[in-house]
């Protein structure tokens, strides 16, 4: 499985937009850049996922870098409720045994009132 | 709509002891999986079902461990002769079928936080 690097904490306060990187060097041509959060005290949420072309949705929106090496998970607002551990996850479901999530340290936001 | 639940929500059980837990997905959702978190780490996979059939074990599943998905609805994750080091966060998650995308998600339940004393 392709490994992403990401900070291991980030601040932030609240209402103010925030960027999440992610490094991503070996990633395949194949691979889809996914985002998931976890709140305290429960099970992870899917955010958003992208190949190649910056993806927006009610909860984010993703920017991938042109050689798709690093990718940027923003939170154009942020409110208190976003203080979560963020994971970025390459995954190919193409393939079959790539199923699986593999999720690393991630980076834990703290959002400041 | 009802999400991925999982019980029991929380188990204390005696070293030795054998445990199971329960996993009930969203209906219609063919794909399940069951992850392992321990404390300040990311989830780790054990195990994924597509309707009954196993069709990938991680290492992680060790021989202490079985799950079973009978009828490709709700799964079971048993543990047998529990270890301390079984303390951990286990979550099941669900996914539909196909290549829709809305089937690139993984859906979580609650998990159920076994401590084995």
């Known amino acids: 499985d392709a490994k992403t690097t990401q900070p291991n904490s980030m601040e932030s306060n609240e209402e103010e937009p925030v960027h999440l990187p992610c490094n991503h060097s070996?990633?395949?041509?194949?691979?889809?850049i996914h985002w998931y959060r976890q709140l305290p005290s429960q099970g992870p949420e899917y955010v958003i996922h992208g190949l190649t072309s910056n993806v927006n949705n009610r909860m984010a929106s993703l920017a991938i870098a042109e050689d798709r090496k690093s990718s940027t998970l923003i939170l154009h607002r942020a409110t208190l409720r976003d203080a979560a551990v963020y994971y970025c996850i390459l995954r190919d479901v193409r393939i079959q045994g790539a199923q699986k999530l593999v999720f690393g340290q991630g980076t834990r936001l703290t959002i400041n009132p | 709509d009802t999400g991925v639940s999982q019980n029991p929500r929380h188990k204390i059980t005696k070293r030795g002891q054998n445990v199971t837990f329960r996993c009930d997905p969203i209906s219609e959702h063919n794909r399940l999986y069951w992850y392992r978190q321990t404390l300040g780490q990311g989830p780790e996979f054990l195990t994924y079902f597509q309707n009954e059939a196993q069709l990938e074990k991680s290492r992680l599943l060790s021989d202490r461990f079985s799950a079973e998905r009978p009828k490709g609805s709700f799964s079971t994750l048993e543990i047998q002769r529990t270890e301390q080091g079984d303390s951990a966060m286990y979550l099941c998650?669900?996914?539909?079928?196909?290549?829709?995308?809305?089937?690139?998600?993984?859906?979580f339940g609650p998990g159920t936080r076994l401590t084995v004393t």
């Open positions: 998650a669900s996914s539909p079928p196909g290549l829709l995308r809305s089937s690139y998600e993984q859906y």
């Open positions: 070996t990633i395949s041509g194949t691979d889809y």
